[in-house]
């Protein structure tokens, strides 16, 4: 998630695009588009402005006042003018009733920029929400919320003592956020079970994406986020794998909460021959936009299996749901996050920003996998006692299916 005024791309900009929001590393979960798109952005708005023809062009604010007068001539405290006009903004965004369309004041902003931009500290966990509850969409591997035991689907219920089941994930972020070395406790709801964690922050960088060669001959590429520089790397390591000759490749997504439309697009480009669909935007189950695959198929034909498990979300689920419907490679692990929208960030004259859902994507095959998520091909999990012993049966099954 990202905001000031870079260069944008297609749905994005570093600026218009932000899916996901970090603690340090955390994003909300979700594929954003942003205005290099210009054709496309405006005529969702003007279909927006078709459809909603039927609301007032101003909002009658006189109930707003009565509220205000009387809270400020009654209220035993201080009120903060700052904060009580940024709660209107919430509330009002809040009003539509979707937890990805979020308002964001100019320092949640800030963070955006901040996070999407270098290192951040805090714990390194994507946060999610369900209903009304924070959720850990995924810890990430090697940082402090993994290390200390964090799982997908954990519920965050409180953060240094206070409740948390009602606060929105940018309220979540800010608390759990801070200076490297100093702590945050967590109470955590597994299993309908309460669970304390002391958590001590550090600073957080990661690549958006990585590369190695398992089993002699075998590729993996590993993409944790879909960032700015995500589809030039997999470009990258694309390229060094077939020159080396590998025979199949792994495309492992777990843990990955997604990120960028185009760069979820421009890696399944790697795999899809020129014209196959990618996905499909609807609004109102009408089709909007349907994304096309364009330019080489570095990886076309080379057997491959995409790894995907609860921490695999949105962007993560494109690409997955691309290559898996296209025939062009099987899923192993388990069942995917559950994201299907898209969001786009604006930039508010004041300097907040407001992050709205304007779209529902659905795979090549017509399948919106909001709330339900991608279904392995071959279930396999991974325990605790795997992680402990430092076995990776997903991986493994990987490597067995492309050795058959």
Do not use: C
């Not at 039927?54 to 006189?62: A, G, I, M, Q, R």
């Not at 702590?183 to 309460?194: E, S």
């Not at 419907?325 to 559950?338: E, H, P, R, T």
Request: glycine share 10%; no cysteine.
């Amino acid at each position: 998630m990202e905001q000031t005024d870079k260069p944008k791309k297609f749905k994005l900009n570093t600026k218009i695009i932000r899916n996901l929001v970090m603690i340090a590393l955390v994003f909300t979960a979700g594929a954003i588009i942003g205005s290099k798109h210009p054709n496309f952005l405006n005529d969702l708005r003007n279909e927006k402005s078709v459809q909603k023809q039927s609301l007032p062009n101003k909002l009658d604010y006189k109930e707003v006042e009565e509220i205000y007068s009387m809270l400020k001539a009654n209220y035993d405290g201080q009120l903060d003018i700052g904060k009580l006009q940024d709660g209107l903004k919430e509330g009002l965004v809040k009003a539509a009733g979707d937890p990805y369309t979020e308002y964001l004041n100019a320092q949640e902003s800030k963070d955006f920029d901040e996070a999407l931009n270098g290192s951040f500290e805090g714990i390194g966990a994507e946060l999610g929400k369900d209903k009304q509850a924070i959720v850990i969409i995924s810890p990430i591997a090697g940082f402090p919320a993994a290390k200390a035991g964090l799982k997908p689907k954990d519920i965050i219920a409180e953060i240094n003592g206070e409740n948390a089941l009602d606060l929105n994930i940018d309220e979540a972020v800010q608390k759990i956020r801070g200076p490297k070395g100093t702590m945050v406790k967590l109470g955590i709801i597994r299993d309908g079970k309460k669970l304390d964690f002391e958590i001590t922050r550090a600073q957080i960088t990661i690549p958006s994406v990585t590369s190695k060669v398992v089993n002699g001959n075998i590729g993996v590429i590993k993409i944790s986020r879909y960032s700015d520089d995500t589809v030039e790397l997999a470009t990258k390591y694309a390229n060094e794998l077939k020159d080396k000759g590998a025979k199949g490749i792994i495309l492992d997504l777990r843990g990955n909460p997604g990120g960028l439309l185009d760069a979820a697009v421009g890696v399944s480009n790697l795999w899809l021959e020129n014209g196959q669909t990618i996905l499909q935007e609807k609004r109102d189950n009408v089709v909007e936009k349907t994304f096309f695959a364009e330019g080489e198929p570095i990886l076309s034909g080379i057997p491959t299996v995409v790894l995907i498990d609860e921490g695999s979300a949105s962007a993560s689920e494109i690409t997955a749901g691309a290559l898996k419907d296209n025939g062009a490679a099987v899923l192993i692990g388990q069942k995917s996050y559950g994201k299907g929208s898209v969001q786009e960030v604006l930039n508010l004259g004041f300097g907040g920003e407001l992050k709205v859902t304007v779209a529902r994507w659905y795979t090549p095959k017509g399948i919106n996998i909001d709330k339900e998520g991608l279904q392995p091909d071959q279930k396999v999990g991974f325990s605790e006692a795997d992680a402990k012993a430092k076995r990776d049966p997903q991986q493994d099954a990987a490597i067995k299916y492309l050795n058959r």
